[in-house]
């Protein structure tokens, strides 16, 4: 099956700088690679995806890219506020496209730093 | 949470009980998925379901099991809670029908102690 690496655990940053967060995985087949943020006692919530037709997708202040050959995507937040801190997750589809469900990276804390 | 509510949000049983969490779903998915969530290990997926009556194994499914006798809801049961079930349970939806089939979208969780 899928297996999602997700690094690093734990990323602080000052404000206003930017903030990447990394993954790989192993199934040459995932197609689709969404990322999610987390906020305490909350669901999961989608704030970009992207699928492996496409190298690199933006919105606004925040950026996915994807490497095939690699077997890695990024997650690219800009001009970082103290709202962007939470739990950030990846996932891959694997070879059934997601409708079996997504494996998920064990998350990324990120503490935006006043 | 794209009109996904869970029942209960917070549980506290007893090992050896049986444990009912539902999920239901006004956005007439087709797709429905149970995940837990655990320290250290992010989100893992428990059981599926891609229809009426349709449900497959995940990850993690030793212990569980699941029913869907509604488009609506989505069941999970734990026929005898251990204390290595004490977890947060996420259910998540998606629509292979329309252009974007794999997005999954979240519920806010069940948070389970089992003491």
């Known amino acids: 099956g899928e297996n999602v690496e997700q690094h690093p655990s734990t990323l602080s940053v000052q404000e206003g700088d930017s903030a990447v967060i990394k993954c790989t995985y192993s199934?040459?087949?995932?197609?689709?690679f969404p990322w999610y943020k987390q906020e305490l006692g909350k669901g999961p919530q989608l704030i970009i995806d992207i699928r492996s037709n496409v190298g690199e997708k933006k919105d606004q202040r925040i950026a996915v890219t994807l490497n095939k050959t690699a077997k890695h995507f990024s997650l690219h937040i800009t001009e970082t506020q103290p709202e962007d801190s939470a739990v950030y997750f990846c996932a891959a589809s694997g070879s059934g496209g997601g409708a079996d469900g997504l494996t998920f990276g064990k998350g990324t804390h990120l503490i935006i730093q006043p | 949470d794209a009109g996904i509510t869970q029942s209960p949000r917070h549980k506290v049983t007893e090992t050896g009980t049986p444990v009912t969490l539902r999920c239901h779903q006004t956005e007439n998915h087709r797709y429905m998925y149970w995940y837990r969530q655990d320290p250290g290990h992010g989100l893992r997926l428990i059981h599926y379901s891609y229809g009426v009556k349709d449900t497959d194994k995940g990850e993690v499914s030793d212990g569980y099991s699941v029913s869907r006798s509604k488009t609506e809801d989505f069941l999970l049961t734990l026929e005898s809670a251990t204390s290595s079930q004490t977890s947060v349970y996420f259910c998540?939806?998606?629509?292979?029908?329309?252009?974007?089939?794999?997005?999954?979208?979240f519920g806010p969780g069940t948070r389970l102690l089992v003491l």
């Open positions: 199934d040459s087949a995932s197609n689709y």
């Open positions: 998540a939806i998606s629509d292979w029908t329309s252009g974007r089939g794999e997005t999954q979208y």
